[in-house]
């Protein structure tokens, strides 16, 4: 099998089912096939993480989801951010997440310090 940046979608089908073969019956490492497969996942990969990259949510939106899952207020928000008129100003976009609203909010609800950097 000839080895080939994936450039589009036919591309990738086709180095899918290329892969597929190895899925099926791993080769032993070490081995030129498995050179093969190991290349040919890491052009997968890289074809992946460009055409279907998965972007970080808005921080505003990771605090809404997390307050929606955990049944939540605004006032149940205080301890995080500050006073209810703070919040407001944060969800509006007036003010933004200052680094130790977002450890609070961090360490007190478990919502992922990169999904609040933004």
């Known amino acids: 099998m000839e ?5 589009n979608e036919k591309d990738y089908q086709t180095a899918l089912k290329a892969a597929e073969v190895f899925f099926d019956n791993e080769p032993q490492p ?4 498995a050179d093969t497969f190991e290349i040919l996942l890491m052009l997968i990969e890289k ?3 460009e055409k279907y990259a998965v972007l970080p949510p808005d921080p505003i939106e990771a605090i809404r989801f997390r307050m929606e899952q955990s049944g939540l207020t605004v006032k149940d928000m205080e301890p995080y951010i500050g006073k209810s008129n703070r919040v407001y100003e944060v969800f509006s976009g007036k003010r ?3 680094l130790p609203m977002i ?3 961090n360490k007190g609800l478990g919502i992922p310090a990169e999904a609040l950097i933004g």
């Open 47 to 49: 074809y992946e993480a």
């Open 3 to 7: 080895l080939k940046l994936i450039r």
């Open 30 to 33: 070490g081995t030129p096939e």
């Open 96 to 98: 933004p997440l200052t």
């Open 103 to 105: 450890r609070r909010l």
